[in-house]
């Protein structure tokens, strides 16, 4: 097409009307949207080339950061504050082994067949960004599944964990690998503790403030976008501080999305009405729909190099991860009412969209000028990184899929047969 604007306006209604497409057969028959809008961005990138995929690169860390705020707010408004006390404990063993354990194989196959002569940190920055399971996409299918309520709210609290472990610990290994970090261990330790207090602190505080300010200017024209500038700020501002922004986005999603039981806890007198009602979650559930949408077939364009090596390494190291997640699921079952559903919680191991925006974080230092010697090593690796990800995604996706698919097909067997 030769108006480059009515094919980028035709892209992009096409992008929005496939993602709700995806979204409603998700919930329809279970197959994730995120492969589909994967899938129609290779399309139009790297296989047919319609779309020059490595003009796009640089706009990597602005999406990205986005991307990830809004991920991190939403996951935290849905998050459950009287669900998290009650299952924590087990929720919190299964996402910190399965993370762990996750985390050191993917490493190991990665620093062996992928990226054998590169420092063991690029490696590990891989391994932590696919530690953990997709709140999205596990929530979603928890649900379809008909699962026991204890079961999932552990799979959902899990989850989310995962994905705050994914988040802090890439970026904390980013900050060890560029010019000036550091590999000792308590000076690491340190600065992560001091990252994820400050962002917390920070990202309650704002909440807490927000909801008061809300009180006033929650019946005013445009307050849902000013909600939305409000996170944007946060994070920010929570980054200028030296905290995590991510984290601070993700306390003040918690916060606005459990404001009956944060007025309960502060014991003030809550307003009349309810100040985050339904059209505020709505608004901001269908922005970060829209920046899921493009940002999963950004990263399908943005793929330059998937060689028989990342494919192969990327299918073998998912099923390596079903492997594990089915040891970290009976750890995290053991003596308790839920080892019938032990299968079905193993299964749900879906890579999503938290690590679909942290593998293009090394991108934003991909700059040999600004980050040397380091800089030179992102520009050839991001391009690793994507194609071994989105392979990932991919297969998990298919695995998760096509398991759950099965399982309630058996249920839906013996159920007809007890009827008979």
Partial sequence: ??????FALILAGGIIVIGFLGNYLFKRIGIPDMLFLMILGLLIGPITGVVNGSSLMGFAPYLATVALV???FDGGMAVNIRRVFSESPRALILAVTSFIASATVTSLLVALVVIPGASFLYSLLLGTILGGSSSTIVISMASRLKMSEKGST?????SVISDILCIVISLAIIEMILPGGTVDFATVAKSVASRFCIGAVFGALVGIGWLTVLKWVAKTAYSYMLTLGVVLLAYALSEFLGGSGALCSLLLG????NEKEIYGMLKTR???GQVVDAGLKRFESEMAFILRAFFFVYLGLIVTTINVTIIIAGVLLSFSLLLIRFGAVHLATAHSELTQERTTMSLLL???LAAA?????PLQYADPINYPIVGEIFQQLSSTYISMAVVVIITTSIIAT???LAVRQKRHNITNLSKN
């Fill in 270 to 272: 809550k307003p009349a």
């Fill in 254 to 257: 918690i916060v606005l999305g």
């Fill in 70 to 72: 809004f991920l991190l």
């Fill in 350 to 352: 879906s890579r999503g």
């Fill in 357 to 361: 925006v942290l593998v293009t974080l």
């Fill in 402 to 404: 096509s398991s759950t």
């Fill in 154 to 158: 552990i799979l959902s609290l899990e």
């Fill in 1 to 6: 097409m030769n108006d480059p604007v009515t």
